[in-house]
């Protein structure tokens, strides 16, 4: 099945660690992102990357880092310096429909971050 | 600046009954135009969306939106609610690549049986 997973589904973290959250697609897409959801509020945008070895700051950067050494892979990582990393965490992946000149974006089931 | 509003924060409607979610964006020109659906603990669905051409727009799970650029309103309608329509939707708009997608605050729909 072609698809966007990401692991783990629920993830517990103390304060002051570091935690790493995967992100994998398998529908050759180029281009991939890393969204926060708090409760009663839309997404907001953490990073995005269009390329490999390439990737751009969102609205709410701070306190989080990405690589992108592979196509399929868009590992997100969540700092100490992240004041209230507690949320729920969606990636997603797109790519460009020349049939429709438009840009789809497609998400993962999401990763439940809670800091103890 | 720009931005999409969604004006109703919660919606209850009766099973078999019609739907409307509203959806309204305050874009310099006319953007690329989304809808999503997002059950409990779980990711985003493609509903439907708009890039061009005929302005209602067919999509799945029986769901249709109508873009109005005189009213910068993209609204999501169902003839006939089913209970496994309850869920949480979203509006979202892209201006030229989804870099710059951005997302309303989200309707969740109650179906009362």
């Known amino acids: 099945d072609g698809g966007i997973t990401q692991s783990p589904k629920y993830l517990f973290r103390k304060e002051g660690q570091n935690v790493t959250l995967s992100c994998e697609q398998n529908?050759?897409?180029?281009?991939m992102y890393w969204y926060r959801q708090d409760p009663g509020q839309g997404l907001r945008l953490i990073y995005y990357?269009?390329?490999?070895?390439?990737?751009q700051k969102g609205d709410i950067a701070e306190g989080y880092s990405v690589s992108r050494e592979k196509k399929e892979s868009f590992p997100l990582t969540v700092t100490s310096a992240q004041k209230n990393p507690t949320a729920f965490y969606l990636c997603?992946?797109?790519?460009?429909?020349?049939?429709?000149?438009?840009?789809?974006?497609?998400f993962g089931p999401g990763t439940r971050l809670t800091v103890l | 600046a720009q931005s999409v509003t969604q004006p109703d924060i919660h919606i209850t409607v009766s099973e078999g009954a019609s739907l409307e979610l509203r959806c309204n964006y305050s874009y310099g020109a006319t953007p690329y135009l989304f809808w999503y659906v997002q059950s409990p603990g779980q990711g985003l669905q493609l509903l439907l969306k708009?890039?061009?051409?005929?302005?209602l727009v067919q999509g799945i799970k029986g769901f249709e939106a109508e873009f109005k650029r005189s009213q910068s309103s993209f609204n999501l309608r169902k003839p006939s609610v089913h209970w496994s329509d309850a869920a949480e939707y979203f509006c979202?708009?892209?201006?030229?690549?989804?870099?710059?997608?951005?997302f309303g605050a989200g309707t969740r729909l109650t179906v009362k049986p």
């Open positions: 990357s269009q390329i490999v070895n390439d990737f």
């Open positions: 997603a992946s797109s790519t460009w429909d020349t049939r429709t000149s438009g840009d789809t974006q497609y």
């Open positions: 529908l050759n897409h180029d281009a």
């Open positions: 979202a708009v892209a201006l030229y690549n989804n870099n710059d997608m951005r």
């Open positions: 708009y890039f061009s051409g005929d302005t």
